[in-house]
Every structure is written in structure tokens, then in C-alpha cells.
């Protein structure tokens, strides 16, 4: 018994083997930069999964380590992360004792955030494996093309927040 292709089949598998063109967008560095962001991102998901940890917890964990005593809204301005995602973050890594909140002693409304014994040995072994989810971006680019994409990025990033 044969099997014919139909041929909008053929034309799906055709265009699955293509690379997929950018158009106008190829030209975009915030494109570019998203869709590497995005292959980033699900790298290290998919290594946080056994820490059944939200998106984003690494990223707070490091800046209270970073920034010991800096309130949730600080925290959220520095990392560019919302303010509601950081007080769900916050209050689950509190429940799992991985940080503390305290009151300010100069304002007594003003949370401070620290982070446990616990959270920081947690969060250096997350360190860790993010830093492996990018290890073909060493492996593929010299220590000093490495060097000067970080030192482009910041430009960059700078440059814009200068123009705001």
C-alpha cells in the first residue's frame, strides 16, 4: 500500500525545512535581541524546573543578595521587573525560607528584603545553571568577541535609556 502526499502537505514540509526570514524586523537589534532573550529564557526554565520556581525568582534572589535592605519597589525599578510579579515572587520565597522582610528602621513603612543562608546557597546554585544554559555562546564566540557583546549590550542599553 502507497501513501501520496497531499500537496498541502508537501508545501508544510517544505516551509518547516526553510529558515524563517525576518523581513523589515531583520534589521531590528530589539528583534534580534528578543529572539535571543526567548532561546535564553526557555534554556533555563527548563533547568529551574525542579526548584518548581516562578519565572523570575533567580533574577529577585540576586538582586536582594546584591542589594541587602532594599525594599520590593527599589528591587523592581533596578530590574526592570513588575511590581506585581515581585511582591508574588517575594511572598513564595519567604514561605519557602528562602528570604526575609523587615521593617525599615529609618521608615517603618518600608519593607526590607534579605536574603536566607538557605536562599543564598539556592541561588548560587541557580547562578550556576543559568550560567550553563549559556555556555554555547562561549563555546562558539572568542573570549573577547564575548567581552565586547557585553560591553556592546550596555552600550546599547545605555545609550537608549539616555534618549528617554
Known amino acids: 500500500m502507497s501513501t501520496v502526499e497531499s500537496p498541502e502537505a508537501a508545501a508544510r514540509d517544505e516551509v518547516r525545512d526553510k529558515e524563517l ?3 523589515l524586523h531583520g534589521q531590528r537589534l530589539g528583534f534580534r535581541v528578543r529572539r535571543l532573550h526567548h532561546l535564553l529564557s526557555q534554556r533555563v526554565e527548563h533547568a529551574f524546573a525542579p526548584y518548581g520556581l516562578r519565572p523570575g525568582s533567580l ?3 540576586v538582586l536582594i543578595s546584591a ?6 519597589v527599589e528591587l523592581s525599578r533596578i530590574g526592570n521587573l513588575d511590581k506585581s510579579a515581585i511582591v508574588t515572587i517575594v511572598d513564595e520565597l519567604k514561605k ?6 523587615g521593617r525599615s528602621s529609618s ?4 519593607n526590607s528584603l534579605f536574603l ?4 543564598e546557597k539556592l541561588m548560587k546554585e541557580m547562578h550556576h545553571l543559568a550560567m550553563a544554559t549559556e ?4 563555546d562558539g564566540l572568542s573570549a573577547e568577541e564575548y567581552d ?5 549590550l550596555e552600550k546599547a542599553r545605555a545609550l537608549v535609556a539616555a534618549a528617554t
Open 59 to 61: 533574577t529577585t534572589m
Open 107 to 110: 521608615d517603618r513603612r518600608r
Open 148 to 152: 565586547q557583546l557585553f560591553e556592546l
Open 116 to 119: 536566607t543562608a538557605q536562599g
Open 135 to 138: 555556555q554555547p555562546l562561549r
Open 21 to 23: 526570514q525576518l523581513g
Open 96 to 101: 519557602r525560607g528562602l528570604a526575609i522582610r
Open 67 to 72: 542589594n541587602p535592605g532594599y525594599s520590593q
